[in-house]
């Protein structure tokens, strides 16, 4: 769901001592900061506990392209007002490019194309994620859907609540018309510099990376794919009811930490670091991190539904929102560890999913597949 962008948990990890922050952040709205020669890093409020997100700007011949475009709030848009007239030396914004469809990259993207005249830019899934998902969440929610949330152990109740409160989001943006497609290989010759279209998969479908390495300067622009200091949210969703996107997020980290160990990663939120390595490594520790916790949830409450698990998972949720994102990385973490065939999943005569470490007497032969009871 394109909402789910906007709201992440605190990560668990303690901040790597190994990541190094080489500059201090702009301020938002205000102040950008030259991070490389032709590369300028701004910051655009966000009305949330993650209450910012980085755009860049990149010298591009006559113009400048720009990464990413903040909410769809008149704070977005007095912010890109300000960088034009302050920081461009007076050069248009000739391309946009969105690295994901979430509301908080790509909320403004009909609006600069309108404003601005740029070219948007995006993935295929990306751009038709954002197409499809435009507007609220249908009320009533279509069975399918229903279904997804009860059979992991909601009430129609609990549901309902946590709709509700998506049937209010204030940042449903508008819809670009068109684009101008990026693919896994591109080379994007930007001003000087040659950069290598990545995808990235798990957190959304065709997330864009943008790698420029010439042998004395490494960049990584690197949207949500890697972030330094909080995990980006990994869901299953009634989209995709059965899919692994923790698999594809894990095997994306591992093509980022092909990457020169020097890289200047350039993150959606928090600071530009250095330290890619060591920062996959803390990423895929968490994930083993919370792999472990729900198998040892799973041992001491064989037969738990996702959203018992999802208490044990984040035990901290305050708000519908927080339901949603806990539902859906809890889903992710099950579904991985099932196809691992770590875990077993049965479909009980309550219309209920029940989940049970592999080999426990409740699931025999349940490792891979389910049981239906209907
Ligand atoms: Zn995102």
Redesign the pocket.
């Known amino acids: 769901m394109a909402e789910?962008?906007a709201l992440r948990k605190p990560e668990r990890l303690r901040a790597s001592a190994e990541l190094d922050y080489p500059l201090a952040p702009p301020q938002p709205g205000d102040s950008v900061v030259e991070v490389a020669p032709g590369i300028l890093w701004a910051r655009i409020a966000m009305p949330m506990a993650l209450d910012h997100i980085n755009v860049y700007l990149l010298r591009d011949g006559a113009g400048w392209t720009a990464i990413d475009t903040g909410l769809n709030t008149p704070a977005s848009r007095l912010a890109w007002e300000h960088f034009a007239a302050t920081h461009l030396q007076g050069l248009p914004i000739q391309r946009l490019i969105c690295?994901?469809s979430?509301y908080?990259?790509a909320g403004q993207a009909a609006w600069m194309v309108e404003r601005f005249g740029a070219q948007l830019c995006m993935s295929f899934g990306e751009y038709f994620m954002l197409r499809g998902f435009y507007g609220p969440p249908p009320d009533p929610l279509p069975p399918l859907q229903q279904r997804f949330y009860r059979r992991a152990g909601m009430t129609d109740a609990q549901i309902e609540h946590m709709f509700a409160s998506l049937r209010r989001d204030p940042f449903m943006p508008p819809v670009p018309e068109s684009y101008q497609r990026l693919r896994a290989g591109d080379v994007l010759p930007i001003g000087e510099r040659n950069w290598h279209v990545l995808i990235g998969e798990g957190?959304?479908p065709e997330?864009v990376c943008l790698y420029h390495s010439d042998g004395k300067e490494h960049i990584l622009i690197a949207?949500?794919q890697l972030l330094p200091r909080i995990t980006?949210?990994v869901l299953v969703t009634p989209i995709e009811p059965e899919g692994d996107p923790l698999r594809l997020w894990l095997a994306s980290l591992d093509r980022l930490d092909t990457l020169h160990p020097d890289t200047l990663v350039l993150p959606?939120h928090q600071s530009v670091f250095r330290g890619l390595h060591a920062r996959v490594a803390e990423l895929h520790a968490h994930h083993q991190q919370q792999f472990a916790l729900l198998r040892s949830a799973l041992q001491d409450c064989p037969g738990a539904t996702a959203w018992v698990l999802t208490q044990a998972q984040f035990p901290k949720r305050r708000h519908a929102m927080d339901d949603l994102m806990a539902m859906g990385e809890t889903l992710a973490h099950l579904s991985w560890l099932r196809y691992q065939g770590q875990i077993g999943r049965v479909l009980d005569d309550d219309g209920l999913y029940r989940f049970h470490l592999a080999g426990a007497p409740t699931a025999p032969d349940e490792a891979l597949s389910e049981t239906h009871h209907e």
């Open positions: 789910v962008a690295t994901h979430h908080d990259h957190h959304s997330h949207g949500d980006s949210n959606s």
